[in-house]
């Protein structure tokens, strides 16, 4: 089955304290990203790969990290997490065709206190 | 700046209906425009698009309806389905660009009454 997954589905966590939720892809797809939901701003992109070590800013890049070292693992960290982080978190996925459509995980809730 | 905008935060239908969900957008650059549908504790998940080269495209229940001169698209769900209720969020593409990132709407709830 053809699925993009995130772990941990849910996180609290405390100012500072670094974290990293992993997402992982089995469709061998090149395009990776990473989303934020939050109320009343709709999902706003965080930071892309075009494919293995080719990473580079979304829309809302500041605090956050990535790495692409395999094609499948696209890792969003958060060196050192702030309240203003809290949020819904989706990772996605989709091949390089005009038509293809992106696959998002099922999201990881992250609260910062 | 909210390059897609979704002005209408709700919506609610009775069973059977017609469902019009609007979207605008102000990148004339945009030339790929999609519709995703996104239950709690899910992620979205895609429902249909368009090519701005097409006015309509249409799967099932689901029509997309795309203007633009008037940088609008709309997406009809006939008839409408309990099972419909949902966020639905529109989305664009500028397909030249060097990310090729969604962009998206802010969304829109859609209540389906049976």
């Known amino acids: 089955e053809a699925q993009v997954t995130q772990n941990p589905r849910y996180l609290i966590t405390v100012t500072g304290k670094k974290l990293t939720v992993t997402c992982s892809q089995n469709?061998?797809?090149?395009?990776m990203s990473w989303y934020r939901q939050d109320p009343g701003l709709g999902l706003r992109q965080i930071y892309y790969?075009?494919?293995?070590?080719?990473?580079d800013k979304g829309d809302v890049p500041e605090g956050y990290k990535v790495s692409r070292k395999e094609k499948r693992n696209f890792p969003l960290i958060l060196e050192s997490p702030s309240p203003n982080q809290t949020s819904l978190y989706f990772c996605?996925?989709?091949?390089?065709?005009?038509?293809?459509?992106?696959?998002f995980g099922p999201g990881t809730r992250l609260l910062v206190l | 700046d909210q390059q897609v905008k979704q002005n209408s935060p709700s919506l609610s239908v009775q069973e059977g209906r017609i469902s019009i969900l609007n979207c605008d957008y102000t990148n004339s650059m945009f030339d790929y425009f999609l519709w995703y549908k996104k239950y709690p504790a899910e992620g979205p998940t895609f429902l249909i698009s368009?090519?701005?080269?097409?006015d309509k495209n249409e799967d099932g229940r689901f029509t997309v309806f795309l203007n633009k001169s008037a940088k609008h698209l709309s997406l009809h769900i006939v008839p409408s389905q309990p099972g419909d209720s949902a966020v639905y969020f529109c989305?664009?593409?500028?397909?030249?660009?060097?990310?090729?990132?969604?962009?998206f709407g802010k969304g829109i709830t859609l209540s389906v009454r049976p």
């Open positions: 469709m061998n797809h090149e395009y």
């Open positions: 368009i090519s701005s080269i097409k």
């Open positions: 996605a996925s989709r091949g390089t065709g005009l038509a293809e459509t992106q696959y």
């Open positions: 790969s075009m494919n293995v070590e080719v990473t």
């Open positions: 989305a664009a593409i500028e397909t030249t660009g060097a990310n090729s990132k969604l962009t």
